[in-house]
């Protein structure tokens, strides 16, 4: 049985002049899980999480969260939802604790519940060491934490996340994925927005490639990989010159094909088997610094599969 959609988009559209930034998007995101929007900059990544979180109006089309009109009916879409920018919104002048507690105020938090829900955040989120230092002290990666245990307060059934690790070391990053894992795990929605490939693979349960405001794949990571392209067989032969030959991905093929390349005697100075990557999947389905390529149009010469030179084609059969 299908889960209920938590955030779903109809036909959305939304121009910026003569630039139609989003063109018809049609998308699902499941309760209690994570949808990744992946695409070049300019896409309409954070044009759409700004029409969900109800700070653009659309032109067309419907943004439903929690199945409430995001159109309609703002006031009550902004109780389901918390967005957590590309940048933290924290008053530096403050410290951790202080703005935990002056947001729970202004999302009228009970008074007595206040204190004890900035104290589970701050421990949830490895920041009470450093509650009661000013913010501005914060590195980059505890700035983020707190940016997102905000965002928490209020327990919403969904959070926007738009490109929340920009600019984080690998260590801090590493981090930050962990809590969101943790705050899907308690069931939270999650829509994230990222530049980082990496991310979207570790992170997300689907993901969408956005190219000029449409979407031109969906899908988990294992099939767009499986959509660009097939495992090969790397050879870099001694001459430096590199040659691809398609496998099932097995160790059995890879073996296979070894032995006939070895039984051939050509010249390879190292070798692995691999498969494409999410950096396939958005150079392939965006064509992405190809002037004039159209959106979604997949090119034979960027599949990994297709790579192969003729005697090496040859030695496949």
Known sequence: MAMAAMIETRGLRKSVGPTRVLDGVDLAVPEGSVLALLGPNGAGKTTMVNVLATLLRPDGGQALVGGVDVVRQP????????????????D????????????ARL?????????????ELLDAFDLTDAADRLVRTYSGGMRR???????????????????????????????????IR?????????????????????????????????????GTAAELKRRVG?????????????????TDGSVGD??????LVEAEDRPV??????????????LTLTGAHVPGAEPGAARASDDPGRRASAPLQEVAR
Not at 189 to 207: K, W
């Open 107 to 119: 999302a009228h938090l009970p008074r007595a519940a206040v204190g004890p829900r900035a104290a």
């Open 182 to 218: 943790g705050v899907v795990r308690e069931g939270t929605t999650v829509l994230l927005t990222t530049q980082y490939l990496e991310e979207a693979d570790a992170l997300a349960d689907r993901i969408a490639v956005l190219d000029r405001g449409s979407v031109v794949a969906e």
């Open 145 to 179: 934490r707190l940016d997102l245990a905000v965002s928490l307060l209020t327990r919403p059934r969904v959070i926007f996340l738009d490109e929340p690790t920009t600019g984080l070391d690998p260590r801090s990053r590493a981090d930050l994925w962990e809590v």
């Open 92 to 103: 530096e002048l403050l410290t951790g604790r202080e703005n935990l507690v002056l947001m």
């Open 75 to 90: 006031e009550r879409a902004r109780t389901l939802f918390s967005l957590t920018g590309q940048y933290a919104a924290l």
């Open 254 to 259: 890879a073996r296979r094909l070894l032995a």
């Open 269 to 282: 100075a190292h070798w692995r088997l691999a498969t494409p990557t999410l950096d396939d999947v958005f």
């Open 230 to 246: 097939s495992a090969h067989l790397e050879l870099e032969l001694v001459d430096g010159r590199v040659e691809r030959l398609a």
